[in-house]
């Protein structure tokens, strides 16, 4: 349902993988929706927030080492979706089945349109400093 593809690729062989990781991991959440362990369902939702908190810490130093001149705008915008999903914490209990397919609909929608339309923008920046 999630599925990586090389339209995705900023061609930042560190950054590629973990964008890769976090559509496999939306892709477990929305196998553990339907899930009758609602504490599978938490925990992914758990783990994919974490990893993507993980992602943006590594994005935002890769980024900061190599003084790419959007970074700010960037920090902002992995801020902005940090406080979101945040939002969604607070809401979410282990039943919540509606929520649980809400968070996943903004997760999705949020990387596809975030590395699409931010991230491809570092992929030439990097490139031009050797990094692929």
Not at 50 to 62: D, I, P, W
Not at 85 to 96: G, H, L, M
Request: proline content about 2%.
């Amino acid at each position: 349902m999630y599925t990586w593809n090389d339209d995705y690729s900023v061609n930042v062989s560190v950054c590629d993988k973990e964008h890769q990781k976090l559509f496999r991991l939306m892709d477990e959440l929305a196998g553990s929706i339907n899930n009758v362990k609602s504490e599978l369902l938490a925990h992914t939702i758990y783990e994919l927030i974490s990893y993507a908190s993980e992602h943006f810490t590594n994005e935002e130093q890769l980024m900061e080492i190599n003084d790419y001149p959007a970074l700010e705008q960037h920090k902002k915008d992995h801020d902005k979706f940090k406080e979101r999903i945040q939002d969604f914490v607070v809401k979410f209990s282990d039943d919540n089945e509606a929520l649980a397919n809400e968070v996943l609909e903004y997760l999705r929608n949020w990387f596809v349109n975030h590395i699409i339309g931010v991230d491809k923008k570092y992929g030439p920046y990097l490139n031009e400093r050797g990094i692929t």
